[in-house]
């Protein structure tokens, strides 16, 4: 479907003084925003957001399914939602990306990051040939099609598969489990991918998320560069990459723990591609939390705890219990370190901020008993990028905490 400026398209007329946020770039209208609509606007058409006194502010798609009534596609009024609108947002996406890796030594990474890259409800992944594509909302539903054309037109993948088995979705009048192949190759079921080096394997039709975790590239590369000499315990590790950028930095030994054989059993084959042995690894099935409460029952102790466990606040009810989900685990990470080791710690619960999340990394800390000092914190990488004026997309926040005492 294709929207141009001479279209009469329908039209979506703000209450007064609710602009303001728009106008400073961020990507949503709420429907509790809208005073009327024009044109009789269907679920997923493009419209145009006018301010109260009728002057045009966006371009988007409307649902009122959903609280998140507009999603903002282009602040150019004229602007035509077409193919080539899509091409030069993916060619964008793709120039903002190639200073920061080494396609000879990364090719994998995330290509489209929805409101930040001016694609509201799509993510596209890259996995070395292959791309996968999500689509979280209706309006992207819609306009699917016309982002695949340009993913063929400028990046000419062997294939494209979509992991749209996403949650959210149902907020939006959509089915949770759209997942398969869209166009040209069926992906076989690992795919080999490079980061920093390192091979990878990736099940796009069954793994977490689009297949991976994209987003932990850089704590990745950060553990690589402090396991030497080290014992590491890595929990929640899915297929292990972590583990195995801590082997390949000089570990002294890894244990890994998740509750997927099926991620357990892509970990060994990371372990096997990249020369290392099973000699000084541990892949453990079952729950971080007991296996944390057994070791300390043991008395056994380590240098690095990775924790990254799965979002627990999903919705802003949830976010109490998630913030003491976070200080339970937290604490018993930090009880399970000697003295001068290393917790880095993750959360991917984008309700919880990087303020609450080091607040309670400080109880957590206070909890078990020994001191601690931040080494350092950072978000997302650089191909997940977040706009200034929508912190909403800011989810993953990472601290690196040092046990000074005990």
Known sequence: MVYCAAMPIPEVLLKSGVERPLRQGHPWVFSRAIKELKGSPQPGDVVRVRDNKGRTIAVGYYNPKSQIAVRILSRNPEQAIDAGFFRDRL?????????????????ALRLIHAEADGLPGFVVDRYDSFLVVQCHTLGAERLK????????????????????????????????????????????????IKENGMKLAVDIADGQK?????????????????????????????SCATSVAAALGGAKSVISVDSDEGALALARANVEINSLTMENQELEQGN???LMKEHLAQGRRHDLVILDPPAFAKHRGALSAALRGYRYLNANALRLLRKGGLLLTSS???????????????????????????????????????SPAFPEGRYLKTCLLAVTSI
């Open 91 to 107: 060619e964008a996406a793709m120039a903002r990306r190639a200073p920061f890796y080494d396609s000879e030594e990364t090719d």
């Open 145 to 192: 099609d016309l982002l695949l054309d340009g993913l063929e037109e400028s990046l000419a993948p062997r294939g494209i598969y979509e992991r749209s088995d996403l949650g959210v979705r149902s907020y939006e009048g959509l089915a949770t489990d759209t997942v398969g192949p869209l166009r040209g190759e069926t992906p076989p079921a690992t795919i080999w």
């Open 210 to 238: 689009t297949g991976f975790y994209l987003d932990q590239r850089e704590n990745r590369a950060l553990v690589r560069r402090v396991a030497a000499g080290r014992d590491v315990l890595n929990l929640f590790s899915y």
């Open 288 to 290: 971080a939390a007991a």
């Open 348 to 386: 991917c619960s984008g309700l919880v901020t990087m303020e609450e999340f080091q607040r309670t990394l400080g109880q957590a800390a206070t909890d078990s008993g020994v001191s601690v000092v931040q080494l350092g914190a950072s978000y997302q990488p650089f191909d997940h990028p977040v």
